[in-house]
């Protein structure tokens, strides 16, 4: 049977990225603290789709992205103006789906590493330059850090809770 070419594989979805450079990074194994979406709390003008702290104290911004106009226009961000995120951030990435390959040369970020998600496998594209002005993250910095990640933890288990069927019968019982 032929497949019809107007039918497109759907698009990666950013949460797809995610859970793939997570694994790759291997947060369990305490060598890095990886937390997603962080902007309060730590300083930053911007948000950040994940921060990572290396075993050397030093903070990397991980950036996702699934479509190729917002990888294009990630130029314009704010982020890029003024110094806090060279002196905050050793390495700087993108995350991409390996559709958006083509497209990196696009990017005008020469300095930005390129991880490339295949499936469930993550492949470093390109490596980033590493700023020699980032400073290493204090221990006050990286408590804070984590002291986040633990929050979107509990927030998201409420959202589970809330999916699950039998939510709405605790609540009923006053459980």
């Known amino acids: 049977m032929k497949k019809d070419?107007?039918?497109?594989?759907?698009r990666m979805r950013a949460s797809h990225v995610e859970r793939t450079i997570v694994n790759y990074l291997a947060?369990?194994?305490g060598r890095n603290l990886v937390v997603p979406n962080v902007a309060w709390g730590w300083?930053?003008?911007?948000?950040a789709d994940l921060v990572v702290?290396?075993?050397?104290?030093?903070?990397w911004e991980i950036e996702i992205k699934v479509?190729?106009?917002?990888?294009?226009?990630?130029?314009?961000?704010?982020?890029w103006r003024g110094t806090v995120h060279f002196e905050r951030f050793r390495r700087f990435y993108y995350a991409i789906p390996e559709e958006l390959e083509?497209?990196?040369r696009e990017l005008g970020r020469e300095e930005a590493g390129i991880f490339i998600i295949k499936g469930r496998e993550c492949l470093l594209a390109r490596n980033p330059v590493e700023r020699k002005q980032a400073r290493?993250?204090?221990?006050?910095?990286?408590?804070?850090?984590?002291?986040?990640?633990?929050?979107?933890?509990?927030?998201?288990?409420?959202v589970l809770y809330m999916q699950n069927s039998w939510a709405g019968e605790d609540e009923q019982r006053g459980t």
């Open 5 to 10: 070419p107007r039918i497109t594989a759907p």
């Open 27 to 29: 947060p369990r194994t």
């Open 43 to 47: 300083g930053l003008n911007f948000e």
């Open 53 to 59: 702290v290396t075993g050397a104290q030093y903070a």
């Open 67 to 79: 479509r190729k106009d917002d990888l294009i226009k990630d130029n314009g961000k704010r982020k």
């Open 102 to 104: 083509a497209d990196t």
């Open 136 to 158: 290493k993250v204090t221990t006050a910095e990286r408590l804070k850090l984590a002291e986040l990640g633990a929050v979107r933890v509990w927030d998201l288990k409420e």
